[in-house]
């Protein structure tokens, strides 16, 4: 019988073809990560929300469909764990917000229906930042995510529980939320793969709100592959989101069993990530620097090329972004649903009290921000402004792509920051975003690739960026090079021998 540390060491794949082969069932997996949930959570702090009881009942209704000859979908039975910003009916929805700390979701987010269509076995619901804002965990209610790397460091932002648990062996596989790199940035911190679909690839009906034209839904996993079985259940339009579109909805694993050569592929490099004023960090820059060797060993050929807007895209993500959840979060104003104060007189107190009680330092920031925007005309500090430079972008990507197969990026330009100390200042986390909001702006797909690690084993991920329609090519090439240059055996985290919570060496 297979361990439990074995079992959530395996790829997706895998379990998948353990499942339909018989050799486990679906309550030996659900019952190996819970027991994984178990030993380590209270460490890493990366879900806040566990349904055992209910996943082990999925588990079994999975295993007797699978008896009966009538599984779902190749995933049936196959565990995971979603964001805490995606609704699932009548569980906590609190987007680690003080504000919805008691809201209970009426009904399925879009993904969550079609996971369940699927057969999927939920796991529970996962730490982030506050509204997904931040790159850290660290504006969280619950606290801050730790990186399963290093107990001292964050897994990232927003989407930090999502990372850390995938790392860790908690869930083969996770959704996380993407607005300016919220996916592929804790993605990078803690090894693993995340996608950030082109807009309208998945439906964001259920999803709460932070910037609606940017925000987008993307799973994390161990592998591209896995990550190609994930999108083929959550891609496809939806009735309820007018921004969907059945047309990327595609077999995200067709050029996957008929494998991708890189041999020839063009991936340009913009300058703006790589010269010496990108701000990269010299260990982040070496790690990527060797990677970009190894793309070339497998014959691809890399080019210089330029996204002058690349520059002021973080700037313009700021503004927009929080222009657009001021916008957002006007609705929570402890009237219909969130905090409500116990402290006022009247109804203007009551508005103030409840959401500055409700929302944390940061979701302040960016509200007041956004607030600024929005009453700012044509003031060089506008959404319109912003909005050109965001248009600059895509024209510029656009034509770049049109000669390449992709561009590779660094993710962040740093490795995992340290959470002792003060936090980061917000011009630092700024810079620090500057990787991940190309995506966003531009709605553009990317992944996040594991591709190196300092000395002292740090992860750091290499981004690749296409056509808005070539996420499987992009998820293909990505799956060529990790088969190529896998990750070193016996160096992921949930190999590294956690017992009872803490972290002992190997």
């Known amino acids: 019988m297979e361990t439990w540390r074995t079992i959530c060491a395996m790829p997706l794949v895998e379990l998948c073809k353990r499942l339909g082969n018989g050799q486990l069932s679906s309550v030996e997996i659900t019952g190996a990560y819970l027991a994984s949930i178990g030993a380590q959570n209270s460490s890493l702090n990366a879900y806040v929300d566990v349904y055992d009881q209910e996943a082990l009942a999925q588990a079994k209704a999975s295993d007797a469909r699978r008896r009966a000859g009538q599984a779902l979908s190749p995933l049936d039975g196959i565990p995971m764990a979603v964001k805490d910003n995606i609704l699932v009916k009548d569980r906590r929805c609190t987007c680690a917000s003080r504000m919805l700390q008691d809201f209970i979701a009426p009904y399925d987010a879009t993904v969550i229906g079609r996971l369940r269509t699927a057969g999927m076995v939920l796991l529970g619901k996962l730490n982030m930042d ?15 995510v730790r990186n399963p790397w290093d107990l001292k460091r964050s897994a990232g932002g927003s989407s930090g529980g999502s990372g850390a648990t995938v790392a860790a062996g908690m869930a083969p596989c996770a959704l996380g939320s993407d607005t300016g790199g919220s996916v592929l940035q804790p993605a990078s911190h803690c090894g693993v793969v995340g996608v950030r679909p082109a807009y309208g690839t998945v439906s964001r009906y259920g999803l709460v709100a932070f910037a609606s034209s940017l925000d987008q839904i993307g799973p994390l996993c161990k592998s591209a592959y896995d990550a190609a079985l994930v999108m083929n259940v959550i891609a496809g339009a939806d009735s309820k989101d007018a921004t969907s579109r059945e047309d990327l909805a ?77 916008s957002n979060l006007a609705r929570y104003d402890g009237v219909r649903y969130g905090h409500r104060s116990g402290d006022y007189r009247n109804l203007g107190e009551m508005y103030r009290h409840s959401r500055g009680e409700g929302f944390g330092p940061e979701v302040k920031r960016r509200l007041i921000l956004g607030a600024a925007v929005l009453e700012g005309g044509n003031s060089p500090v506008s959404y319109a402004g912003a909005q050109r430079i965001r248009k600059a972008l895509f024209r510029e990507a656009s034509d770049v792509l049109e000669s390449c197969d992709g561009l590779l ?98």
């Open 130 to 144: 506050e509204f997904a804002m931040g790159s850290s965990t660290q504006t969280s209610l619950y606290g801050p």
């Open 250 to 326: 595609v077999d995200f694993l067709a050029e996957m069993n008929n494998p991708v050569s890189l041999e020839g592929r063009i991936f340009g490099l913009p300058r703006e990530c790589w010269e010496p004023e990108s701000g990269l960090s010299p260990v982040v820059f070496h790690g990527l620097t060797e990677a970009l060797s190894r793309w070339q060993s497998l014959g691809a050929r890399l080019v210089r090329v330029s996204l002058p807007s690349l520059t002021r895209a973080a700037w313009a993500y700021d503004l927009l972004s929080s222009a657009q959840a001021a």
């Open 409 to 506: 990026m660094p993710v962040v330009p740093t490795l995992a920051r340290s959470l002792e100390g003060k936090e980061d200042s917000v011009p630092s986390l700024c810079r620090g975003d500057r990787f991940g909001v190309p995506a966003g702006l531009t709605g553009l797909p990317a992944v996040s690739l594991p591709c190196a690690q300092d000395r002292s084993g740090l992860p750091m991920g290499m981004g690749l960026m296409g056509k808005r329609e070539n996420l499987p090519r992009l998820l293909a090439m990505a799956y060529a090079y990790e088969r190529a240059f896998p990750m070193a055996e016996g160096t992921r985290p949930h190999d590294l021998g956690w017992k009872g919570g803490e972290r002992h060496e190997a």
